[in-house]
């Protein structure tokens, strides 16, 4: 574990932080789909991502969700954080986007590495503000993006995490993740491949040009 974590965060915590992560972290591989914290659960430990990405999600009072942001490599859930930090149950649901590297910290140990080690307490503030920022990019497509761009920006979103022109979702899946109906999300995706920006395969769609 060691090895992979030098891999990714070697540039952002010294060694003895490094050798303490191993020492106490849990490694985790998880498969696709994988949904490993739920909304009203108690949040025991922080994921640090070594490889894949995860996406974070909100529900409302219905059960529709919300793709609130991405996490990748190097990356930490905020979210997460403070659930940790106070004892309180998630507000969100984490699932793997792709097969998932990541390593567990004990909540115990958060507070004490902030105290002990600078390079743990501006990975923390620098996380934090990673994801207030995605929020906030959230929050501005959805007040002021029509239902076309937002689905533009998912798609490039996925691109990017993924790094793969293929996105690999069926039209329910995207609405449920945009809040909306598949009835609309079909339709814009038969635009978006009349303008030639993609091509619509079964339960799939490549992307050309976005």
């Given at each position: 574990?060691?090895d992979?974590?030098?891999?990714?965060?070697?540039?952002?915590?010294?060694a003895?932080?490094l050798?303490?992560?191993?020492?106490?972290?849990?490694?985790?591989?998880?498969?696709e789909?994988?949904?490993?914290i739920e909304?009203?659960?108690?949040?025991r430990?922080?994921?640090?991502?070594?490889s894949?990405?995860?996406?974070?999600?909100r529900?409302?009072?219905?059960?529709?969700?919300?793709?609130?942001?991405f996490?990748?490599?190097g990356d930490?859930?905020?979210m997460?954080?403070t659930?940790?930090?106070?004892?309180?149950?998630?507000?969100?649901?984490?699932?793997?986007?792709?097969d998932?590297?990541?390593?567990?910290?004990?909540?115990?140990?958060?507070?004490?590495?902030?105290g002990?080690?600078?390079?743990?307490?501006?990975?923390?503030?620098?996380?934090?503000?990673?994801?207030?920022?995605?929020?906030?990019?959230?929050?501005?497509?959805i007040?002021?993006?029509?239902?076309?761009?937002?689905?533009?920006?998912?798609?490039?979103d996925?691109?990017?995490?993924?790094?793969?022109?293929?996105?690999?979702?069926?039209?329910?899946e995207?609405?449920?993740?945009?809040?909306?109906?598949r009835?609309?999300?079909?339709?814009?995706l038969?635009?978006l491949?009349?303008?030639?920006k993609?091509?619509?395969?079964?339960?799939?769609?490549k992307v050309?040009?976005?």
């Amino acid at each position: 574990m060691i090895d992979e974590l030098r891999e990714g965060y070697s540039e952002i915590f010294e060694a003895p932080l490094l050798q303490e992560i191993s020492e106490v972290g849990i490694f985790k591989e998880v498969s696709e789909g994988h949904k490993f914290i739920e909304i009203g659960d108690y949040v025991r430990s922080m994921p640090l991502l070594i490889s894949g990405a995860i996406k974070i999600l909100r529900e409302d009072g219905e059960g529709d969700e919300l793709l609130l942001y991405f996490l990748e490599r190097g990356d930490t859930c905020a979210m997460t954080m403070t659930c940790c930090m106070g004892q309180k149950k998630s507000e969100i649901r984490a699932i793997a986007e792709l097969d998932t590297k990541l390593i567990m910290i004990p909540v115990q140990k958060m507070e004490e590495w902030t105290g002990k080690y600078k390079s743990w307490r501006n990975f923390v503030f620098k996380s934090y503000h990673n994801r207030f920022n995605e929020l906030l990019e959230t929050i501005d497509s959805i007040a002021f993006l029509r239902m076309d761009e937002r689905l533009l920006k998912y798609l490039r979103d996925k691109v990017k995490v993924t790094n793969d022109m293929i996105v690999q979702n069926t039209h329910q899946e995207i609405a449920y993740e945009l809040n909306t109906s598949r009835v609309v999300i079909s339709r814009l995706l038969k635009q978006l491949e009349k303008l030639g920006k993609i091509e619509l395969q079964r339960n799939r769609i490549k992307v050309i040009s976005l």
